[in-house]
């Protein structure tokens, strides 16, 4: 995957023709040449939809979630396996709604992690404090505790993109400040040069700019604005622009 990175993480949003209208006009909305940088999250029951929608353009097409297994007794859970059958190869794991609607602990979020990876899948991985984490100056342990796991990863790295996401600032209208969002990046630049590490809370067509001029964002996770295609392809258009490559 090129980097910067832009992905679109639809959440439990759009129709199949919801979806399919997405596609068409955000890929006539950039040039081809943008198109590589981008990656899409939809529902499970439309990422074949999408897939097809995409066939002809660099754009990834990745589920929101995996179970470890390959089979077996998990009701309502999608293995790596039903992924790569359809063809999809990557994977958020560790979204902060999974890890707090859902009370996916950092055992579960380990195990999705370690067994995409190992399953041969791509990952989206997520990290992030929550607001009273942060208020009590615990952001950088926390982020450390969420990427312990990694010592047994090492030889996935190349598998693997961070998503740095504050809780406080999904879905919220709360962006982290500058200061903020350089100080985690940098942090886990230093442990892990090699991983890509994105910013995603509340990322917008106004903020954008801002947060990719800071050196150590690689691109951006976007939820609800990456629901409207014209939106989520100014992102993506100034995003591009920012780090130069378009
Ligand atoms: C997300 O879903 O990962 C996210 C960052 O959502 P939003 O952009 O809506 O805050």
Redesign the pocket.
């Known amino acids: 995957m090129n980097l910067p990175l832009i992905a679109a ?1 639809w ?1 439990m949003n759009l129709t199949e023709e919801e979806a399919v209208s997405w596609c068409q006009k955000f890929v006539s909305a950039l040039p081809s040449r943008a198109l590589q940088y981008v990656l899409i999250a939809p529902p499970f029951t439309i990422l074949k939809t999408v897939l097809e929608s995409v066939v002809s353009t660099p754009i990834v097409v990745a589920a929101q979630n995996c179970h470890w297994e390959e089979k077996g007794a998990f009701t309502g859970e999608i293995s790596p396996n039903h992924l790569k059958d359809i063809k999809i190869c990557w994977s958020i794991i560790g ?3 999974r890890r707090h609607i859902f009370k996916e602990d950092q055992e579960i979020v380990n195990k999705r992690l370690k067994g995409a990876v190992q399953k041969k899948l791509k990952v989206i991985y ?1 990290i992030g404090e929550k607001l009273e984490e942060r208020k009590e100056n615990k952001t950088l342990e926390i982020i450390k505790n969420q990427l312990k796991i990694f010592e047994e990863l090492k030889d996935f790295y190349k598998n693997i993109t961070i ?1 740095y ?1 504050p809780v406080w ?4 209208g709360v962006v982290a400040e500058k200061e903020q969002i350089e100080e985690v990046h940098k942090e886990i630049k230093k442990i892990y040069p090699e991983i890509p590490v994105l910013y ?4 917008n067509e106004e903020n954008i700019e801002e947060i990719m001029k800071i050196k150590e964002v690689d691109g951006a ?6 629901l409207n295609p014209e939106k989520f392809s100014k992102i993506v258009e100034i995003s591009l622009k920012v780090k130069g490559v378009l």
């Open positions: 993480n959440k979204h902060s709604e997520c998503a996401e600032a999904i879905g919220t995603g809370g509340s990322v996770l976007v939820g609800g604005a990456s």
